[in-house]
């Protein structure tokens, strides 16, 4: 015979304060294995034991183990597996959030006892292909050098990642942020300019103000805006075009190519300037300096490793030539 939703109700409710307290007195005994927490968080927030061993950087084999023995020690099903990845059962939905504030408290712990600026742990990082191997890629390699015992995976990719969804601890990202729940830090300024072949310059004319911009043709990411100084004044103009793509250098080539007008970054297209492959346009409105930016996920306080990773940033891009104005890559 079928429950009343009333007696239903209340046998979750009895089931949810049973596993609670289960779980705390699991967690005063420290029967419970960090890496198996840290394990199902990334399990629960990935939706899957796959995306959560590419988060790990371990084998899907290692994730499940460490979430049988988990399961295993509760005497609780944690999460149930389908054929589209792991679903939080009831008891794991509850579970996720204590597991994850233990894991922050451990992550707190180790850096206050660590010795003055050690590191360890890991790193996870998105950052741009475009400027990813040339200008971000060596300052990550000397964190590592200073911190041998920090672990340092990085993922470099044009595409906008979720930082939170897929579980980075932060990411490098250039040019103008949009508003979002992030938190910022810029790490230093990215100046650059419009610019185009003398083929298409000769075919098409050149604009002389923002509102002539939009007669040409324009290779860009997406369907972002271009903003102009006019004196004090920013003047926004939202282009059109047919080429678009997701990386820099893939519109150096399309406008060496005489395919349209391009706002790109200095360091991308110095030397093509200096040869005359390419030539700007419009340098009476100049665009406002952009800028390189650290972002992370809301909270009160960034981890360690994050500061660390900003202030070494800011060192090393406070030294030209980086980004600066007509600086070579």
Not at 62 to 72: D, G, H, K, P, W
Request: with cysteine; charged share 20%; net charge neutral.
């Amino acid at each position: 015979m079928a429950l009343p939703e009333s007696d239903i109700a209340v046998t979750r409710h009895d089931a949810v304060a049973s596993f609670h307290a289960k779980l705390c007195r699991e967690m005063g005994n420290a029967g419970l294995d960090i890496e198996e927490l840290r394990t199902f968080v990334e399990v629960a927030d990935a939706g899957g034991v796959s995306p959560a061993a590419l988060r790990l950087g371990v084998s899907k084999s290692i994730v499940s183990r460490r979430l049988s023995r988990l399961e295993a020690e509760l005497g609780v099903q944690l999460l149930a597996r389908t054929t589209r990845g792991a679903a939080l059962t009831e008891a794991g939905a509850t579970f996720r959030d204590y597991a994850a504030r233990v894991c922050a408290e451990i992550d707190i712990a180790k850096e206050t006892i660590l010795p003055a600026g050690d590191l360890r742990g890991r790193l996870r990082v998105a950052a741009p292909l475009t400027f990813g191997p040339t200008h971000f890629a060596p300052v990550l390699a000397e964190l590592a050098r200073r911190h041998p015992r920090l672990q340092i995976h990085t993922c470099y990719s044009d595409r906008f990642v979720d930082l939170i969804g897929e579980g980075y601890d932060c990411a490098i990202r250039v040019g103008y942020l949009q508003d979002s729940n992030l938190v910022a830090r810029r790490v230093g300024p990215i100046f650059g300019k419009l610019v185009a072949s003398p083929d298409y310059i000769e075919a098409h004319g050149s604009p002389e103000t923002p509102e002539e911009l939009v007669a040409h043709e324009a290779l860009m990411q997406g369907t972002e805006a271009w903003h102009f100084m006019d004196g004090d004044k920013t003047v926004t103009v939202r282009p059109q075009g047919r080429f678009k793509a997701d990386n820099g250098t893939a519109l150096v080539a399309a406008v060496a190519a005489g395919l349209g007008i391009a706002y790109l970054p200095d360091c991308l297209t110095h030397e093509h300037l200096a040869s005359g492959a390419l030539v700007p346009v419009m340098t009476r409105h100049p665009p406002p300096p952009a800028g390189a930016y650290i972002v992370r996920p809301p909270g009160q306080h960034p981890a360690r490793k994050i500061r660390v990773l900003t202030e070494l940033l800011i060192e090393h891009f406070s030294q030209p030539p980086h980004f600066a104005r007509g600086a070579p890559v």
